[in-house]
């Protein structure tokens, strides 16, 4: 059964640093592009950023560029969200999500991905 695990959240103070991970397990990450949602209380869940299947394209929210680094390791069949320069407004439950494709290109939709992890809690407060 296909299943992501996200790990690494926690509390940091601004300007600190977080790295996510999501792990697969009951099918290999090769065949699947990964997205990074995060979705804040009282908001809608957003798009973060996304690695293609093969890892050679990335994509991220305005938000975050400069600041957010998404890499995957498929020997270890993880995907990472290196997270600098954290601020407040980065507050959120994230979510890592899979998209069987092989398109050299993704998206920051959250229909195109059709199985989910249940979240990590990062919280960026003094």
């Known amino acids: 059964q296909l299943q992501l695990v996200e790990s690494g959240g926690g509390l940091v103070q601004p300007g600190g640093s977080l790295r996510l991970s999501c792990a697969a397990s009951?099918?290999?990450?090769?065949?699947?592009?990964i997205g990074w949602f995060r979705q804040a209380p009282g908001k809608e869940r957003e798009g973060v950023s996304c690695?293609?299947?093969?890892?050679?394209?990335?994509n991220y929210a305005d938000s975050v560029k400069g600041r957010f680094t998404i890499s995957r390791d498929n020997a270890k069949n993880t995907v990472y969200l290196q997270m600098n320069s954290l601020k407040p407004e980065d507050t959120a439950v994230y979510y890592c999500?899979?998209?069987?494709?092989?398109?050299?290109?993704?998206?920051?939709?959250?229909?195109?991905?059709?199985?989910w992890g249940q979240g990590t809690q990062v919280t960026v407060s003094s």
């Open positions: 009951g099918f290999t990450l090769d065949y699947y592009a």
């Open positions: 999500a899979a998209d069987r494709s092989f398109a050299p290109w993704c998206r920051l939709l959250s229909s195109y991905f059709g199985s």
């Open positions: 690695i293609t299947s093969r890892g050679g394209n990335t």
